[in-house]
């Protein structure tokens, strides 16, 4: 576990207030309130269908919002288009990875710095030289086409367009789904490599143990519910949870 202090009195960068969110007449989210930190790892934990993805998807607006309110560094972002949030700074892999297969691993990444890359090639070059730093097996692989990687290597290169364009927030969903028990830890590794940095990280994983080896705090739903909150240890500690979450 990553030990921090909660918030240092500082305001959240991320404050999600009362969130309600329908598919139809399927209720998904019901009312869940929740604080982000600049620089922690929070995850978000639960098991299918209890709202994880609709969570992270109400926030980058890719999914309607039906109440509530989300705000980001102090600002309402309710009905900003999806793009629009990208380019504030909350940066969304989604589960599946959705990597661009025909593409070699450089159009990849530089898809990614569309806003910025033509403007400001040297803070190009300096985000793409870090990620090929933190993922080694991409520069080996640069100019191979995306749908030709393995499925590590895939999530890899997810997490690598996400970082290219330098966002507050970054959004994990399900990182380690699909992947070998090597790989897997591989992958967290370089989650807490990259928490170093300064980086804010959400994270969405159904292995509860290991998002909880890097987290500093922990949301857990059921059915639309916030059910329990606290740090690693808290929720460990908590029979309840133990016997729910974590086997």
Partial sequence: MVSS??????????????????????????????????????????????GKTTTLNSITGVIPIESGTVLFKGNKINGTPAFKIARQGIIHVPEGRRIFPALTVAENLRVASYTYERK???????????????FPRLKERFHQMGGTLSGGEQQMLAISRALITGGDILQLDEPSMGLAPNLVQ???????????????????????????????????????????EGDPDTLKSNNDIASAYLG
């Fill in 186 to 228: 591989e992958i967290f590794e370089i989650i807490l490599k990259i928490s170093e940095t300064g980086q804010t990280i959400m994270l969405v994983e159904q292995n509860a143990m290991m998002a909880m080896e890097v987290s500093n705090y922990c949301y857990v739903l059921e059915t639309g519910n916030l059910a329990f």
């Fill in 5 to 50: 202090d909660r918030n240092n009195g500082l305001n959240p960068i991320l404050k999600v207030e009362n969130l309600h969110v329908s598919y139809g007449k399927i209720s998904a989210l019901k009312g869940i309130s929740f604080e982000v930190f600049k620089g922690e790892i929070v995850s978000i934990l639960g098991s299918n269908g209890a």
């Fill in 120 to 134: 400001n090639k040297a803070l190009f070059n300096e985000r793409q030289e870090y990620v090929l730093k933190l």
